[in-house]
């Protein structure tokens, strides 16, 4: 396996937890989610074969070739690119995500910014962000919260990741206010 950026880091996701994390977020066929962070596709698959249009997120260019070349048939777009730097859908969209930690607040931010058509996210980061961002005060709260809850998901531990992160981690799940289901077409 190659190394990972050194600028970020790089906690693969096993594929066992992949799946839970898809099937908890509730994906439907049609779905477009954004899998930001994907790596060699653990949650990209489990995605693809609930039939959801899948973007996938990475910079690695190994890994992103790795995306390719798996997905070559289904319905997946690879982005390589710094998830710092992503470009959101103009369309309702979802998030699952194992997302790099080191930008994860910069991506919760993009995602919960005023343009944004972010219907509902599973993401995992670090547990101080997610608590920071369901019990604190995180970057913008003030306007986001009119538009988005969040809450922490369920259980994660560190070992479920490789390697394991040096602290613990979270699922933490926004969900845009006043969406029915929570549907993301």
Same mark, same amino acid.
């Given at each position: 396996m190659p190394a990972p950026p050194p600028r970020w880091g790089w906690h693969q996701l096993s594929n066992q937890q992949a799946q839970r994390l898809v099937d908890e977020a509730g994906i439907r066929r049609g779905d477009l989610v954004l899998d930001i962070g994907a790596g060699f596709g653990a949650i990209t698959a489990p995605l693809v074969r609930r039939g959801a249009k899948v973007i996938a997120f990475?910079?690695?260019?190994?890994?992103?070739?790795?995306?390719?070349?798996?997905f070559a048939r289904d319905r997946v777009t690879v982005v390589q690119t710094d998830a710092a730097d992503l470009r959101l859908p103009t369309r309702p969209f979802r998030v699952v995500?194992?997302?790099?930690?080191?930008?994860?607040?910069? =991506?919760?931010?993009?995602?919960?910014?005023?343009?944004?058509?972010?219907?509902?996210?599973?993401? =995992?980061?670090?547990?101080h962000t997610a608590e920071r961002w369901v019990y604190g005060s995180p970057p913008g709260a003030k306007r986001w919260r009119k538009e988005f809850a969040c809450s922490i998901g369920p259980g994660l531990s560190r070992s479920s990741l490789r390697p394991p992160p040096p602290n613990d981690v979270a699922i933490l799940v926004i969900r845009r206010l006043g969406s029915r289901a929570g549907r993301g077409r």
């Amino acid at each position: 396996m190659p190394a990972p950026p050194p600028r970020w880091g790089w906690h693969q996701l096993s594929n066992q937890q992949a799946q839970r994390l898809v099937d908890e977020a509730g994906i439907r066929r049609g779905d477009l989610v954004l899998d930001i962070g994907a790596g060699f596709g653990a949650i990209t698959a489990p995605l693809v074969r609930r039939g959801a249009k899948v973007i996938a997120f990475e910079l690695h260019p190994v890994r992103a070739e790795h995306l390719r070349s798996r997905f070559a048939r289904d319905r997946v777009t690879v982005v390589q690119t710094d998830a710092a730097d992503l470009r959101l859908p103009t369309r309702p969209f979802r998030v699952v995500a194992n997302p790099p930690f080191g930008v994860s607040v910069a =991506i919760l931010r993009r995602l919960t910014s005023p343009r944004s058509r972010l219907v509902r996210g599973d993401l =995992i980061v670090p547990r101080h962000t997610a608590e920071r961002w369901v019990y604190g005060s995180p970057p913008g709260a003030k306007r986001w919260r009119k538009e988005f809850a969040c809450s922490i998901g369920p259980g994660l531990s560190r070992s479920s990741l490789r390697p394991p992160p040096p602290n613990d981690v979270a699922i933490l799940v926004i969900r845009r206010l006043g969406s029915r289901a929570g549907r993301g077409r």
